[in-house]
């Protein structure tokens, strides 16, 4: 159980261009989900956190304008790389949790790669 | 925020040897500490954690020690295999629903 997938795995796009990147839980129903962002041989560094119907909140940095975030079921969160350039060349994990005493964890979904030339 | 600093930033071990791997936070709320394994360019997969009211937990080669005073917590692999070989991940939270702060990581590399 637990299953966090993303779509698509890869994707090369050119400068100016937007690429959207979905992640869904497939058993169980997410009240949070959060995105990351994780340069090579890099830590994982958090963008936003969202909640289904709600807006996300982002951290501090991250341009919401470029970087917009849509959750709007349960199941079902999006990225928006809007205007990508080289630089946001990198690995996009979402993970997704379903709250509840215990049952807190974060399950991560794997990845997306982003590649703009 | 909560900062998390994690130590060593790689670790290379004999096979069957221990492996130790050591992470310090800065809030005193925090109260959930995962650790992640990651595989080179995979998901990160959560392979043990620990609440702020338990001091130990172990699950077959793998244990996690938490030091509320001290506010630190270690991550340590008994008799290592080279499947082992990953980066591992230290995090803290304050509370259910809220954000994980990330170490910055230990590349562990288990030697045949």
């Known amino acids: 159980g637990a299953v966090v997938s993303q779509h698509p795995s890869r994707v090369i796009c050119k400068s100016g261009t937007s690429v959207k990147i979905e992640c869904r839980s497939l058993d169980f129903q997410a009240t949070t989900m959060f995105w990351y962002r994780q340069f090579p041989k890099q830590s994982l560094m958090l963008m936003a956190t969202?909640?289904?119907?709600?807006?996300?909140?982002?951290e501090q940095g991250v341009e919401k304008d470029k970087f917009l975030i849509n959750h709007a079921s349960l199941t079902l969160s999006t990225l928006t790389v809007t205007s990508a350039h080289p630089e946001d060349s990198s690995f996009y994990i979402c993970?997704?949790?379903?709250?509840?005493?215990?049952?807190?964890?974060?399950?991560f979904g794997p990845g997306t790669r982003l590649t703009v030339l | 925020g909560e900062n998390v600093e994690q130590h060593p930033s790689t670790l290379s071990v004999q096979e069957g040897d221990s492996a130790v791997i050591k992470c310090t936070y800065s809030?005193?709320?925090?109260?959930?500490f995962p650790w992640y394994k990651q595989e080179l360019g995979k998901r990160p997969q959560l392979i043990i954690d620990?609440?702020?009211?338990?001091g130990e937990k172990k699950d077959q080669r793998i244990a996690v020690t938490l030091n509320k005073t001290a506010k630190h917590f270690s991550l340590h692999i008994t008799e290592t295999q080279p499947e082992d070989s990953a980066v591992y991940f230290c995090?803290?939270?304050?509370?259910?629903?809220?954000?994980?702060?990330f170490g910055g990581g230990t590349r562990v590399l288990v030697k045949p």
């Open positions: 620990i609440r702020s009211n338990v």
């Open positions: 995090a803290a939270r304050k509370a259910a629903g809220n954000k994980l702060t």
């Open positions: 809030d005193s709320a925090s109260n959930y």
């Open positions: 993970s997704a949790s379903y709250g509840g005493s215990g049952t807190d964890t974060q399950y």
């Open positions: 969202s909640n289904e119907g709600s807006k996300a909140t982002y």
